[in-house]
Nanobody, 123 residues
Framework: QVQLVESGGGLVQAGGSLRLSCADSGRSFSSYAMGWFRQAPGKEREFVVSISGSGVRTYYVNSVKGRFTISRDNAKNMVYLQMNSLKPEDTAVYYC????????????????WGRGTQVTVSS
């Protein structure tokens, strides 16, 4: 079973950076693609980025390309999201997710979810 716990959220000024972490206490971590979704107030949850089990492949939505970087450490069962040049529109609850499928068409249907961590970007 996959259990995901996010950390690293907080309040940051526009243009600043944050690094989110996600710990996976389940088994076979490297067999799962990992990723991040976010949900802003009053909006639907949206897919942001994913990384393959080996870490070789990544998939970013256009709105975060060049600003966000996903990485993983399979020895530690951890996945990270480095967020730079943050904008107020990045304000959302960020959720870590895991699945054995791969994104397609700009979205991803992940089965396992964390509880989320709040990221707030002030202008």
């Amino acid at each position: 079973q996959v259990q995901l716990v996010e950390s690293g959220g907080g309040l940051v000024q526009a243009g600043g950076s944050l690094r989110l972490s996600c710990a996976d206490s389940g088994r076979s971590f490297s067999s799962y693609a990992m990723g991040w979704f976010r949900q802003a107030p009053g909006k639907e949850r949206e897919f942001v980025v994913s990384i393959s089990g080996s870490g070789v492949r990544t998939y970013y939505v256009n709105s975060v390309k060049g600003r966000f970087t996903i990485s993983r450490d399979n020895a530690k069962n951890m996945v990270y999201l480095q967020m730079n040049s943050l904008k107020p529109e990045d304000t959302a609850v960020y959720y870590c997710a895991a699945d054995q499928s791969w994104p397609s068409g700009g979205t991803w249907y992940a089965v396992y979810w964390g509880r989320g961590t709040q990221v707030t970007v002030s202008s």
